[in-house]
């Protein structure tokens, strides 16, 4: 089983930063790629960013590609994402997961792919 806890999240004005981290224990997850997604009032969990395993795979929804960058070290057995530039619809809780995979390039923008989730961080972005 693996646990994952998100931290970092607030309150920022618009064009602030923002640095969540997501700390995995439980087991190793060097080898599970994995995603941030966001969840705001009223609306569907989407996906953020995902990363590979071997971190050469990722993906950004069109929203956020320039402004977030997500990163992982395998040493510490944690996923970060980089939030810059924020904007006042980036408000809503992050969550991160993980998903058990073979490929070591391979990423995921599916809640469905996904096997385990955190409890979720919010981030609040003022105008």
């Known amino acids: 089983q693996v646990q994952l806890a998100e931290s970092g999240g607030g309150l920022v004005q618009a064009g602030g930063s923002l640095r969540l981290s997501c700390a995995a224990s439980?087991?190793?997850?060097?080898?599970?790629?994995m995603g941030w997604f966001r969840q705001a009032p009223g609306k569907e969990r989407e996906v953020v960013a995902a990363?590979?395993?071997?971190?050469?795979?990722?993906y950004y929804r069109d929203s956020v590609k320039g402004r977030f960058t997500i990163s992982r070290d395998n040493g510490k057995n944690t996923v970060y994402l980089q939030m810059n530039s924020l904007k006042p619809e980036d408000t809503a809780v992050y969550y991160c997961?993980?998903?058990?995979?073979?490929?070591?390039?391979?990423?995921?923008?599916?809640?469905?792919?996904?096997?385990?989730w955190g409890q979720g961080t919010q981030v609040t972005v003022s105008s």
């Open positions: 990363l590979s395993w071997n971190s050469a795979g990722t």
């Open positions: 439980g087991r190793t997850v060097s080898r599970f790629a």
């Open positions: 997961a993980a998903a058990a995979t073979r490929f070591s390039g391979s990423y995921f923008y599916s809640t469905r792919d996904y096997d385990y």
